[in-house]
């Protein structure tokens, strides 16, 4: 019976021994997980995204947030939207690019246009990648040694003892770390490297509908203007009978459209529209004072027979008026806010500019297709708005700003095989004697007088005449002696 009692109380304590030694390594196993997850997860999540410089733009390569599913697309993070690549990568844990600053230059289109036959642009991404990778690997080291000493002072390990539970736990939290990203670690390389270009790495995703508009076809129309108050030629002379849309327009009966109907004898439709941007006025409709006019695509898809379209936009995507008030009572215009400003928005615009550049290419009558740049309204050498605040330095600054839009409207025509003109107000600027600005106390500051809607007008004849390949004018495309620039602020028309 002694031995019996003894014998039992022997299996109690050697039961509640192994009880607690299981406790202990579960808790060290749990311990050992919830260390890996911990570090792992922040090492995602603070490890930098890793800068990428490409012609012109810069993007960032780092990591996707884990899923479950063992493949699948990466992370395109494009001007705010995120949108999955259309390359597929293998393992939970995959690539996330993010295109986060555009320079203001030329090289622009290059983030949309065609690939690149040295694939520099995939080398570069895969290059990013490797050193994301490097730094999250040394990341998530730090935090499971940091982890795993609190977990060893939490069970008050001895100092042998705690080294020893750093280095399992820094080899196992590796392991994990590694096991798991090690398929998109070592063949996301390979796949990054087939990038030619921001499209091909998007795809092309559906546009958005643009409503159709009422009314019936206008096969008669053989030119279309579409765009903002420049083609709309707000300041100059109303129409003799103008319609509520007009009036709501501030179109005028002077335009760039009007001269190119005069010169050519060509049935021109002007649906430009003073403030209208991309998404309101030319794929979507815009609310005026009285009347909402039908998106200009809308209706310019209705002349069937339409040999050109020409297209003037994007002063008012970018806030250009705000920016020109702004910069009269500021001490510069090239300070941080304003220039972040204007960069988001000309990144805003160039998403929405490229999909008009594609419905453009797809209208039914495949029309020639010319982009109207804007032209220069500030001659440096003159001081005559220094009283208003703008100072030849000023002045400068928004040149380049201009340039920056007039650089993202020509590639992004050419890219797409349209054509872009900049018509040239060299010597006719606002201060100049004989300019094609109206004055800062006119109807419409800085927009194009009479003279200056002519000699846009005129730009785009000799564009067509260049793209016909005439070596000499062709009657229909050189301007009648009643329509030619004259000195001062309009234009020289016989009765």
């Known amino acids: 019976m002694v031995l019996a009692q003894i014998t039992g109380q022997d299996n109690g304590l050697g039961m509640r021994s192994f009880a607690r030694r299981l406790h202990v390594r579960l808790a060290w196993i749990a311990g050992a997980v919830l260390v890996a997850a911990v570090s792992i997860s922040v090492a995602l999540l603070v490890t930098p995204m890793q800068r990428v410089d490409l012609v ?107 080294l020893i539970a750093l280095a399992v736990g820094l080899v196992f939290v590796e392991a994990v770390n590694v096991g798991g990203i090690m398929v998109t670690a070592y063949t996301a390389p390979a796949r990054l490297r087939q990038i030619t270009s921001i499209t091909a790495l998007a795809g092309r995703a559906p546009l958005p509908a643009v409503a159709a508009a009422p009314g019936p076809r206008k096969p008669q129309v053989q030119v279309v203007v579409m765009g903002d108050s420049t083609a709309a030629g707000i300041g100059n002379p109303r129409p003799a009978h103008p319609s509520r849309l007009d009036t709501a327009c501030q179109r005028s009966a002077d335009t760039y459209a009007v001269d190119l109907g005069q010169i050519n004898n060509w049935r021109v439709l002007n649906l430009a529209c003073s403030s209208a941007t991309i998404p309101v006025g030319i794929l979507g409709p815009q609310p005026l004072s009285g009347v909402t006019a039908p998106a200009q695509f809308a209706v310019a898809k209705k002349a069937t027979n339409a040999s050109y379209v020409l297209v003037s936009i994007g002063a008012d995507d970018l806030g250009w008026s705000a920016l020109l008030r702004l910069c009269t009572v500021t001490t510069s215009c090239d300070d941080s806010a304003s220039t972040a400003y204007f960069q988001q928005s000309l990144s805003t615009f160039a998403v929405g500019y490229y999909q008009l550049l594609r419905r453009l290419a797809a209208l039914p009558s495949q029309p020639t297709v010319l982009v109207n740049l804007y032209y220069d309204p500030f001659d440096t050498s003159q001081h005559c708005l220094d009283s208003v605040g703008l100072t030849p330095a000023k002045e400068k600054s928004l040149t380049g700003l201009l340039d920056a839009l007039n650089n993202v409207l020509a590639n992004g025509a050419r890219a797409t095989g349209l054509i872009a003109v900049r018509p040239d107000f060299t010597g006719h600027a606002l201060c100049d004697p004989e300019p094609y600005v109206q004055g800062i106390h006119a109807r419409a500051p800085f927009h194009p007088t009479l003279a200056g809607e002519l000699a846009i007008a005129l730009a785009d004849g000799q564009a067509l005449q260049q793209l016909l390949g005439r070596a000499t004018p062709s009657p229909s495309l050189t301007p009648s002696p009643s329509l030619t620039p004259s000195p001062g602020t309009g234009t020289s028309r016989s009765p």
């Open 56 to 162: 012109g733009q810069s993007v960032s390569v780092g990591a996707a947030a884990p899923t479950i599913s063992l493949s699948g697309p990466g992370e395109l993070d494009l001007f705010g939207q995120r949108l999955p690549t259309t390359l597929q990568f293998a393992g939970p844990v995959r690539p996330r690019l993010a295109l986060t600053q555009i320079t203001l230059d030329r090289q622009l289109a290059t983030a949309f246009a065609g690939s690149s036959p040295e694939q520099t642009i995939g080398r570069a991404l895969a290059s990013g990648w490797k050193r994301y990778f490097g730094w999250e690997i040394v990341i998530t080291a730090g935090c499971a040694l940091l982890l795993s000493g609190a977990l060893a002072g939490w069970f008050r390990l001895a100092a042998r003892r705690t």
